[in-house]
């Protein structure tokens, strides 16, 4: 195979969750995503669902050999103040994100998901 004619493409992280009402709520509810689908092989199996927002997809899995909880993910975004803006006004009660410059010159918005998965969205400011 000829390594100079490939291209790799965009990624979806698969986040582990426990609890889907709970992930909905976060994902959904306070970040903003969209549910685009669910899947599950039989009734009282482990749910797998795709989120997205924009042009990020994300993968939400009970499933317990798929992912380990405890993940960390860095999203860009733009206009990470009015990102943050909107989370804070919100109210989540499990959920306050600061904003923070960073060493490397990123403005950044970090949240936890209820099952340990850390976010970053960061804006980089050149």
């Known amino acids: 195979m000829d390594t100079n004619t490939f291209k790799l493409?965009?990624?979806t992280p698969i986040l582990r969750i426990f609890d889907v009402?709970?992930?909905k709520e976060f994902y959904v509810g306070f970040l903003g995503f969209t549910v685009d689908w669910e899947h599950t092989?039989?009734?009282n199996f482990p749910l797998y669902i795709?989120?997205?927002n924009g042009g990020c997809i994300l993968h939400l899995?009970?499933?317990?050999?798929?992912?380990c909880?405890?993940?960390?993910i860095r999203i860009q975004a733009d206009n990470v103040k009015a990102l943050h803006a909107s989370l804070l006004a919100q109210s989540y009660k499990f959920a306050r994100p600061?904003?923070?410059k960073t060493p490397w010159n990123s403005l950044e918005v970090q949240v936890t998901d209820p099952f340990g998965n850390r976010?970053?969205?960061?804006?980089?400011?050149?």
Do not use: M
């Open 119 to 126: 976010i970053v969205f960061y804006e980089a400011n050149d």
């Open 50 to 52: 795709q989120v997205s």
């Open 21 to 23: 009402p709970k992930a």
């Open 9 to 11: 493409g965009t990624i």
């Open 41 to 43: 092989f039989e009734e």
């Open 69 to 72: 909880p405890g993940a960390a």
């Open 61 to 67: 899995s009970e499933h317990h050999g798929d992912c």
């Open 98 to 100: 600061g904003l923070e």
